[in-house]
C-alpha cells in the first residue's frame, strides 16, 4: 500500500458543511494526488503536489482546494459539501524514480474514504 | 482534451478463458501506459506497465499488447481465474504528468 493510509474511512455529512479528507503517507514521496471515483467515470484528477507547498489543480478541481504543509500530509477540503461530491476520494503518491526528472508516473493508492452528502 | 477510451464496460468469461480489455487514446506524447486492478472496497492496485518502445509485455497471466500506429492497447489475462474477478483500468500519462484514466471494465469470471 506504499505506506498510505486516508482518514475518515467513511463519513457522512449534510449539504453546506465544510469537510476535510486527510492523506498520510510515509515513504517521503514528493508528488501526492487525490482522485474522485464514480460509476462509469473511472479516477479523476481533482488536484495535485509537487512538493510542500506546491499544489496544481486536476480536471474536476471546481468546490475542491487542498493544502500540503509537510511531505507527508496532503489535506482536500471540500469548503462547502454539496449532493454531487458523494463519490469515493482516493489519495495517490507517485512512487516511481524520484528528483527532478522523473522517468515514470508509477502511482500507488491509498484504501479510499467514502463520503456521503446528504 | 486527453482522453483514454476502455473497452467494455463489463465483461463476463469462463473459467480458464481470456479476458481482453481495450483502450485507445488520442494523446501520441503519452509515454507511460499501466493498468490497475481493483477489488471491491479498495484502491486501485498497479498490476502491470509498458512504455511504448515495446510492443509486448507479459508479467505471469498478465499481458498488454501495444500497437502505437493504432493507438490502442490491451490486457490480455491467460487461463482467468475466479481471483481475477474485479474492476480494471487503463490509464496514460505523458513522463511525470498526470495519468489519465479509462472508464473501466468489470470483470467477472465465472467458475
Known amino acids: 500500500d506504499a505506506g498510505i493510509t486516508q482518514s475518515p474511512r467513511h463519513k457522512v455529512t449534510e449539504t453546506g458543511t465544510p469537510v476535510t479528507l486527510r492523506c498520510h503517507q510515509t515513504e517521503n514521496h514528493r508528488y501526492m494526488y487525490w482522485y474522485r471515483q464514480d460509476p462509469g467515470h473511472g479516477l479523476r484528477l481533482i488536484h495535485y503536489?509537487?512538493?510542500?507547498?506546491?499544489?496544481d489543480k486536476g480536471e474536476v478541481s471546481d468546490g475542491y482546494s487542498v493544502s500540503r504543509s509537510k511531505t507527508e500530509d496532503f489535506l482536500l477540503t471540500l469548503e462547502s459539501a454539496t449532493s454531487s461530491q458523494t463519490s469515493v476520494y482516493f489519495c495517490?503518491?507517485?512512487?516511481?524514480?524520484?528528483?527532478?526528472?522523473?522517468?515514470?508516473?508509477?502511482?500507488?493508492f491509498g484504501p479510499g474514504t467514502r463520503l456521503t452528502v446528504l | 482534451q486527453q482522453q483514454v477510451k476502455q473497452s467494455p464496460q463489463s465483461l463476463i468469461v469462463q473459467k480458464g478463458g481470456i479476458s481482453i480489455i481495450n483502450c485507445a487514446y488520442e494523446?501520441?506524447?503519452?509515454?507511460?501506459f499501466p493498468w490497475y486492478q481493483q477489488f471491491p472496497g479498495k484502491g486501485p492496485a498497479l498490476l502491470i506497465a509498458?512504455?511504448?518502445?515495446?510492443s509486448e509485455k507479459k508479467e505471469g497471466r498478465f499481458t498488454i499488447s501495444f500497437n502505437k500506429s493504432a493507438k490502442q492497447f490491451s490486457l490480455h489475462i491467460m487461463d482467468s481465474q475466479p481471483g481475477d474477478s474485479a474492476t480494471y483500468f487503463c490509464?496514460?500519462?505523458?513522463?511525470?504528468?498526470?495519468?489519465?484514466f479509462g472508464q473501466g471494465t468489470r470483470l467477472t469470471i465465472n467458475p
Open positions: 494523446n501520441t506524447a503519452f509515454d507511460y
Open positions: 503536489s509537487y512538493g510542500v507547498k506546491d499544489t
Open positions: 509498458i512504455r511504448p518502445d515495446v
Open positions: 490509464a496514460a500519462s505523458k513522463g511525470a504528468q498526470k495519468l489519465v
Open positions: 495517490a503518491v507517485n512512487g516511481g524514480l524520484g528528483g527532478p526528472g522523473l522517468t515514470y508516473n508509477e502511482q500507488f
